[in-house]
């Protein structure tokens, strides 16, 4: 479009950067039984975040009546999985014979490499709230076919907040403020699960990854 004012007044130019943000909207799935997540990751304007390739989100959902989480045991290859819950229980099992609980505050690692099989449930004594997440980490090409393998970590490094405001992030994969999870991980991979009250400011770095806040009270 033309100015067509005969006089129109200066304007300086400056060079500077400009702050994006997308908002991306989740598409609702049912995965085994009728399990509702939203899934965040692939899109078509959006396939990965970094490593990440797939990002289920889950709850919170009232599991105290009825069965909860049914999602029957089946395959995955060349990839791994990263859960851990806000709040809740799953039980997951594997072909590799793995039984594990993961609760709130801890990460379970599923490396699928040239093929397992895993299920998941609620298990039979359990809160009545579920809420939580599932990532998929796409292995780089040297990793795809090794051996499948799974591991549990409950001792996620946990860092408060200066000001003493009750503040504090989790760290569930790569590195945030110099601390890192003992979670071995083939891809390139960041992720952090925080809790903060409202309107708190957190610095989060540049580097592609994954982050997840609630508010102290929610």
Request: charged share 20%.
């Amino acid at each position: 479009m033309s100015n067509l004012d005969p006089r129109p007044a200066a304007v300086s130019l400056q060079a500077g950067v400009v702050h994006a943000v997308d908002v991306l909207e989740a598409r609702k799935a049912a995965i085994g039984d009728g399990t509702e997540v939203r899934r965040l990751l692939p899109q078509r304007v959006l396939r990965t975040i970094g490593a990440w390739c797939f990002l289920d989100h889950y709850g919170p959902d009232d599991t105290s009546a009825g069965p909860g989480m049914r999602v029957p045991p089946h395959p995955h290859i060349g990839l791994q999985t990263a859960s851990w819950l806000f709040d809740g229980a799953v039980l997951h099992r594997d072909s590799l014979g793995t039984e594990q609980l993961i609760r709130p505050g801890e990460l379970n690692l599923m490396t699928s490499g040239r093929g397992i099989a895993h299920s998941e449930e609620s298990p039979a004594v359990r809160p009545g709230l579920l809420h939580g997440v599932q990532l998929w980490i796409a292995l780089p090409a040297a990793y795809q076919f090794t051996e499948p393998d799974f591991a549990h970590h409950a001792d996620l490094p946990v860092i408060e907040a200066t000001g003493g405001d009750g503040a504090t992030v989790t760290v569930v994969a790569g590195e945030h403020d110099r601390r890192r999870p003992r979670a071995h991980r083939a891809g390139n991979a960041r992720a952090s699960s925080g809790r903060s009250p409202v309107n708190h400011r957190v610095s989060i770095g540049p580097e592609p990854a994954l982050h997840s806040w609630r508010d102290s009270a929610g």
